[in-house]
């Protein structure tokens, strides 16, 4: 299920910093907060186990201005907008994640991201659209995965292409359905192919890797690298919606792997 959220301000301009995810999801956990406290603490604490995992299974869109303006960008770190409106796209497949949050924001009309103060003006559902096996996607935020050997200390980021990438992928899909529905996902004869979009990846001149910093300045800052671009999956669509809903790849609950068709 997914929501958007339609913000509002009354200054000239609303500044945020570039690497602004750790915010969102921050202002994410303090709107369920107000519904629940128990429910926000054990979120984010614990999640939904899968053995040694734990996943949130939520995600959400980048903040975007009004008609879909784009961000002036600034050489400080920060971007701007003029425009009076923002949205805010946030998906689970969990109706007592979005039940806890509908429920914060009618709490309070105002909330804060940053140094910015904005009013929540209208909360909206979003239909899904109709999946199938086949679906081509957009990324409305970056796609990320990782491999880990024991012996390593880091984790190897993987991208389109790479041996490994697909495998990861589909594992992190299997997992989280896996948790959404108590058993494991039946394979019969699907195939699973990732195709990115190589017309957008020569315009792009080869460009599609990210890489967004959160908690920039803090003790605890970390790099995060990641794919956008458009791309084709095919697969179960069982699979299909759980990584729409969930988002694809890793680390959904700080703002990755959230697309639109």
């Not at 339609?6 to 519904?35: G, M, Q």
């Not at 800052?221 to 299909?240: C, D, M, N, S, Y």
Request: charged share 25%; net charge positive.
């Amino acid at each position: 299920m997914r929501i958007t959220l339609e913000l509002s301000h009354r200054k000239p301009t609303v500044t945020l910093p570039v690497n602004n995810s750790y915010l969102i999801s921050s202002l994410i956990y303090n709107i369920v907060d107000k519904s629940s406290s128990e429910y926000a603490e054990r979120l984010h604490a614990k999640g939904y186990r899968l053995a040694n995992r734990a996943f949130k299974l939520f995600t959400f869109s980048p903040l975007y201005p009004g008609k879909r303006q784009k961000w002036v960008m600034h050489d400080n770190g920060t971007m701007t907008t003029g425009e009076s409106l923002l949205h805010l796209t946030v998906s689970s497949p969990k109706a007592e994640f979005i039940e806890h949050l509908v429920i914060g924001l009618m709490q309070e009309p105002f909330i804060w991201i940053g140094k910015e103060r904005l009013r929540v003006e209208t909360v909206w559902k979003l239909d899904p659209p109709e999946f199938s096996g086949d679906i081509r996607f957009i990324m409305l935020s970056l796609l990320v995965c990782t491999t880990k050997r024991e012996s390593e200390q880091y984790p190897q980021y993987l991208f389109p292409g790479d041996e490994a990438f697909e495998r990861v992928l589909l594992e992190n899909l299997c997992r989280k359905y896996q948790v959404l529905h108590g058993r494991p996902f039946a394979f019969k004869s699907e195939p699973f192919s990732f195709t990115i979009d190589q017309d957008y990846v020569e315009r792009m001149n080869g460009k599609v890797q990210r890489l967004i910093t959160l908690k920039e300045g803090r003790s605890d800052e970390t790099k995060i690298k990641g794919t956008l671009a458009p791309f084709r999956l095919q697969a179960p669509k069982e699979l299909i919606e759980v990584g729409y809903d969930c988002g694809f790849g890793e680390k959904n609950s700080q703002g990755f792997g959230m697309v639109k068709c």
